[in-house]
Every structure is written in C-alpha cells, then in structure tokens.
C-alpha cells in the first residue's frame, strides 16, 4: 500500500526555541483511516497544523504522494488533494449551510452542483437545512457541514482535528461511521483524536504522542486493547475495553 502522506523526523512549533513536535515520524497510507492520540499537550494539534501549512516546520520532512510539501501554502494544498478540517472555527456562521459549501468548492466549480449534491446524500441532515445560517445548526450538524466544505474540494487525503470535541456519545458514533462511508468513497483520513474508543473502533492503525514525539504505533485493535497504553496515556484499561 502506498504512502499518501508520510512525515520524517518533524520538528514544529510556535516559536524555534521552544518546539511542540519533537522528531516526529509517522505514515498515513492510501485508502486508511491513521488516528493520532495523545495525552493533553501531546502535541497532537500542532501536528496536524503543521501538515496543513498552519503551524511552522523547523525542520523534518512532510512528504504528500511523495512530494515534499513543507512551506507550501494552505490554499495550494487544497489543489494538491489534502483538505483540513480545524477543531474550532471550521464553519461560516452567518453563511447557509449550501454558502458554506459553495466556498469549500470554489476550486472544483466545474463539478460544483454535483459535489454538493454527494454531500447531501451522504449527510441528509443538511439537505433539509441547506438554506439555514450554519450557525443556528446543532453541533453535530455544525462539524457535518465542516466536514462537507472539507470534502468539496474532492480531497484524496482529508485531515481533522478533534472531530468529535463537544459531541454526545451519539453523534460521535454517527459522525464516525460517516468517516468510514468518506473513506469508502476513496478518501484517505488522518485525524487527531481525544475519544481514543470511538476513534480506533474505526482506524486501520494508530499513534500515540507524548511529549510531541510517537510513543507507541500499531494496528488500531492492537491499541484498543492495550494495557500499558490506556493506563499510560489513553486512560483506564477499562475505558477503553469496554
């Protein structure tokens, strides 16, 4: 299986003095869902910001299908098939719910309506508010619709951050098996995840950061299970085995 994103020895942060990232490697293959987690101050976000040209990369290596992408705009990413969904800030407010959309496809216009048309059947919740201010949507109808801006660009890699932060049990579980359908349809997902359950019931394979390096890396169900990784850094053997 190839690599659709692959990062080497990545060094990042706020500030070169101070990094978050500490020597990072990690590999995201094509057509698999790759869930990074973490105790808090793990340096998961930071991660993903710097993927998506948000944060700056001191040194290391970001390679997308191959191609180095380090110091390439956030804008000229979108043209090369990666899509970012951030934790917060990820929808238009006062914007409908189809606006919304709209400008997450500017750059496919040519399959506009047939894009968004996919997005609605694959959340049919926002169809029966597509000219409703996505601000007045619920949470879980809120990240639908950041999601769906995120998937007009037609990405093969789509990227989230914390994308079941502030959602029931329920919606996360909805949200979720929304992934695998996305992911069904040839989009490979990289996320960033608290809610270590529900995010490797649905992961091909995952990392554990701590420290803003990888601690542990495996098959998702490998980690599930694990002992020493959901009492080190995931929580209770028990939260995640049951």
């Keep these: 299986m190839s690599a659709e994103l692959a990062v080497l020895d990545l060094v990042a942060g706020y500030a070169v003095d101070v990094p978050i990232v500490r020597g990072l490697t990690l590999e995201v293959r094509a057509n698999e869902i790759v869930t990074v987690l973490g105790p808090n101050g793990a340096g998961k976000s930071t991660f993903i910001k710097a993927v998506a040209g948000l944060v700056a990369v001191h040194s290391g290596t970001v390679l997308l299908r191959g191609r180095p992408i380090t110091g390439i705009a956030t804008h000229e990413l979108v043209r090369e098939g990666l899509a970012y969904v951030p934790q917060v800030g990820n929808i238009f407010v006062r914007l409908t719910v189809t606006e919304n959309l709209e400008l997450g496809g500017l750059m496919a216009k040519a399959d506009m309506r047939r894009q968004m048309d996919a997005i609605f ?4 919740d926002l169809a029966a508010q597509r000219n409703r201010a996505a601000g007045r949507l619920s949470g879980g109808q809120r990240q ?6 995120a998937l007009m660009s037609k990405p093969r890699l789509l990227m989230l951050d914390e994308p079941s932060a502030g959602l029931s049990p329920k919606l996360t579980e909805t949200l979720f098996q929304k992934l695998l359908e996305i992911r069904a349809g040839g989009v490979t997902i990289l996320m960033v995840e608290q809610n270590a359950k529900a995010a490797l019931a649905i992961s ?6 701590s420290e803003g390096r990888q601690s542990f890396t495996g098959v998702a169900r490998d980690l599930l299970t694990s002992p020493e990784i959901g009492e080190l850094y995931l929580g209770t053997k028990k939260q995640l085995a049951h």
């Design 144 to 149: 639908m619709v950041a999601v769906g801006r």
């Design 121 to 124: 059947s694959l959340f049919p």
């Design 204 to 209: 091909d394979r995952g990392y554990v950061l």
